[in-house]
């Protein structure tokens, strides 16, 4: 088991209810579509996992750690066993491609020739090796995002979080996106991928979470977007 | 090292990052510095200037020409017996003389040939210990005047009052001045901080993203707030290099005297002083400013 929720509920100090109830329990390997409409709790339940935000009330281990009671301290550590994608990239526009991947590595205390040859896994892996020294500027929508993904990963995250990673990008190069994370999943990482793209999911039947108003109405083995 | 490495570089591209921002920073650091330098070394001047005035009090007691040798010898004495008394010396009318003489010679407009009686009286020339006694020591001289022995007496203690009245005027004023720069220049350091915090919030938050220690996500702030504090020693020493040597000689010709031994050990000190003191007020700014701004 490398993800466990039970009974989480997580409320804004305004009231707002943005989870209720949620047991889940995610096993290495696995490969799961977040569906649901906007506000339902997708965002909230991907910042609990990465410890951004703590719940009301239950507990939440990820491999083995309860996040909830861990040390302040003990959060980077966290962190660096998941990698998260977003859909608007997060990169930093006055570095290039490889020195982004390398930042991730650089910050969390790596020496310097295990970055250079992580960087370089991580670069060959998105196959951007020929676009290192471009500027985010210079790079098409896709490209951006398989430099975020290639940031995400340099750290062999055991968890990939990606949130609406294809949102800003065209159908051809959201398939081009979906099928980079098909191989991420290939090797070993677990996915966990907030979308609203229903020809994606419906068509790669995989495990569906279905989120409505903060409470898991449906989670299915080799699901559809809707039921 | 490694870390070291990675942090000292951080910091020195955000203090360039917005180089307006901290060189009027650095150069608040730098006045504060200067003040408190020109503050450090008034007092050290002031106190030494007491110091030397301390050592050249004198009472000189005039004794009537009549006095009887024994009485002069029991009165020199007494005096001898005070624990704030040095030294006692007997200048006799003669010796008194040689000494007019001595000064007439050097200065010409003293037409002394004339002399040929001798004005000057017997003295006893009584130093102190220290200058806070003279006018105890003087008071109880003073009741004697006229009683047979003592013929007059001529004290000075107002200079050294003065002296003690100006030092402690420019302990409290300059410590005050001093405490609000160091408000100031705070504040500045805080606000530059935290501008650079700002400029880096996509950055911090990538970091905090990818699993960044605390530790990777302060310290270079720190840092550059410990650069614009050393920059500023810098700049507030350099200032002073260049000014020290014609205002020590102006205060030469002035004076008279050195006010402040102006030696390599001090300089030293004061040097370390600075810097140290500008680490500090960097780094402390820069802390507060991340832990405001950083939260989370």
């Known amino acids: 088991m490398l993800i466990a929720l039970d009974d989480v509920s997580k409320q804004y100090p305004n009231g707002t209810e943005a989870l209720r109830d949620i047991d889940l329990r995610i096993d290495a390997g696995e490969f799961v579509f977040i569906v649901g409409s906007s506000g339902a709790g997708k965002s909230t339940l991907n910042r609990l996992l990465i410890r951004e935000e703590l719940p009301s009330s239950g507990s939440v281990v990820i491999d083995g750690t309860d996040v909830v009671r861990m040390k302040r301290s003990q959060v980077p550590f966290l962190r660096r066993k998941i990698g998260v994608v977003f859909q608007d990239f997060k990169l930093l526009p006055n570095k290039t491609v490889a020195e982004n991947v390398a930042f991730a590595l650089i910050v969390t205390d790596h020496p310097a020739r295990a970055v250079r040859e992580e960087t370089e896994r991580a670069l060959a892996l998105v196959n951007l090796t020929q676009r290192r020294t471009h500027f985010p500027r210079e790079l098409s929508g896709g490209e951006q995002q398989r430099t975020a993904i290639a940031r995400a990963l340099v750290n062999r995250p055991r968890i990939l979080i990606a949130d609406e990673p294809t949102g800003n990008l065209d159908p051809v190069t959201t398939w081009e996106i979906i099928k980079l994370l098909i191989r991420v999943r290939e090797l070993g990482t677990t996915l966990l991928i907030s979308t609203h793209n229903a020809e994606i999911v419906n068509a790669l039947r995989q495990r569906v979470l279905h989120l409505d108003h903060g409470a898991i109405v449906r989670d299915e083995r080799q699901g559809r977007y809707a039921a | ?296």
Request: no cysteine; net charge neutral.
């Open chain 2, 1 to 296: 090292m490694r870390r070291i490495g990675y942090v000292v570089a951080a910091a020195w591209q955000g203090f360039w990052r917005n180089p307006v921002m901290s060189v009027a920073s650095t150069l608040t650091v730098a006045v504060m510095l200067l003040l408190f330098a020109f503050f450090v070394m008034t007092d050290r001047g002031l106190q030494a200037a007491v110091g030397i005035l301390e050592s050249k009090v004198e009472l000189v007691v005039y004794l009537e020409d009549d006095a009887k040798p024994t009485d002069v010898l029991e009165l020199r004495r007494r005096i001898e017996n005070d624990p704030a008394v040095e030294a006692v010396a007997y200048i006799s009318k003669e010796q008194a003389l040689e000494r007019l003489k001595e000064i007439a010679r050097r200065r010409p407009e003293l037409a002394l040939e004339d002399v040929t009686t001798n004005p000057l009286p017997n003295s006893l020339e009584v130093k102190l210990a220290s200058a806070q006694e003279t006018r105890r020591v003087s008071g109880m001289l003073r009741e004697e005047v006229g009683k047979g022995v003592i013929y007059d007496l001529v004290d000075n203690p107002t200079v050294v009052d003065k002296l003690l009245t100006i030092t402690r005027v420019l302990s409290i004023g300059g410590l005050a001045v001093l405490g609000m720069m160091l408000f100031v220049a705070l504040f500045v350091i805080v606000n530059t901080i935290r501008i650079a915090v700002h400029a880096r919030r996509d950055e911090i938050e990538i970091m905090k993203l990818v699993g960044a220690t605390d530790w990777f996500v302060r310290w270079p702030f720190i840092v550059e707030g410990m650069l614009v504090g050393v920059f500023g020693a810098i700049v507030a020493l350099a200032a002073i290099a260049a000014v020290a040597g014609p205002v020590a000689s102006s205060l030469v010709g002035f004076l008279d005297i050195v006010p402040v031994s102006l030696g390599p050990n001090f300089i030293a000190q004061l040097a370390a002083g600075l810097i140290g003191f500008a680490l500090l007020v960097g780094g402390a700014g820069a802390t507060f400013s991340v832990r405001t701004h950083l939260a989370k």
